[in-house]
């Protein structure tokens, strides 16, 4: 991984953390209450890097890599995939906020982060003041609606979660070509213009790394049984998430799969808001300020409190 690579964050601290046997890199900017930010795939930090500075001037922003991803270190594959199921994830996510002094936080999950994100919020409700996810449904709604034209528009759950090392050799051969055709398909436009040009330098230099290939792999093999299990024995026990949820879908990205993807969410959530955004899958970049500023009005109503 280069060492040179643009700086998106100015005036952020960088750092690593160790928690629960994985090396979280991760940046953090700004004041006030505490707000993490969880990204997906087949992305990083670097994600968020349109709106950190807008939303750095309401909250203390803490910004990581997911396991496997972007500069976080890589846990070793399993059989049963723990080490990548979300409820792992969110774990060391709580515990990475513990050690940075935060025993309360607020947090958004952007696509595999929004996953984190409301598990997160499932096993952990007293850490949270609020969440958000963003353009997801959860993981075993996707499942338990798999059809011929959904298959077709998330076809990557189903070759990804592929036993290793198929999906990973397959990409591998050629990571820049899927990576930037993965985007890209999932824009509105179905082009790489929302991206800027620092920010796929970073996205392309840590996707060419084939073990890092490997854990996105195993993150959706994750999703696809250890993931769906969790999922599926809260939804069977009437879990629900309590802490408030705002969920937000591109009004042309994955999760309007559903007609309502708002009554979705009530399914699983006891107060849940929202509202699709003008773009694709990827809101904090094609529709930053839109995104911005529906995050700053639902967060700031408990920093204000708090």
Known sequence: MKNDLPDLFPGFDSMTVDVNDVHLFCRIGGSGPPLLLLHGYPQSHICWHKIAPQLAEHFTVVLPDLPGYGRSSVPPLSDDHAAYSKRNIAAAMVE???VLGHTTFSLAGHDRGGRVAYRLALDHPEMLTKVAVLDILPTCDYWDRMD???GLKIYHWMFLAQAAPFPENMISAAPVAFLDHTLASWTAAKDLSCFSKEAMTHNRDWFCEPDRV???CEDYR???RIDYEHDRSDLDAGKKIQPPLL?????????TSVDDPLEVWRGWSANVTGAAVACGHFLPEEAP????????AF?????ELS
Not at 289 to 296: D, K, P, R, S
Request: no cysteine.
């Open 96 to 98: 990475l906020m513990k």
């Open 148 to 150: 011929r034209l959904f």
């Open 214 to 216: 490997s854990a996105t």
């Open 222 to 224: 994750a999703g696809a």
């Open 247 to 255: 969920a937000l879908w591109g009004s042309k990205g994955i999760a």
């Open 289 to 296: 300020q839109e995104t911005v500023a529906a995050l700053i």
């Open 299 to 303: 967060f700031r109503n408990t920093a």
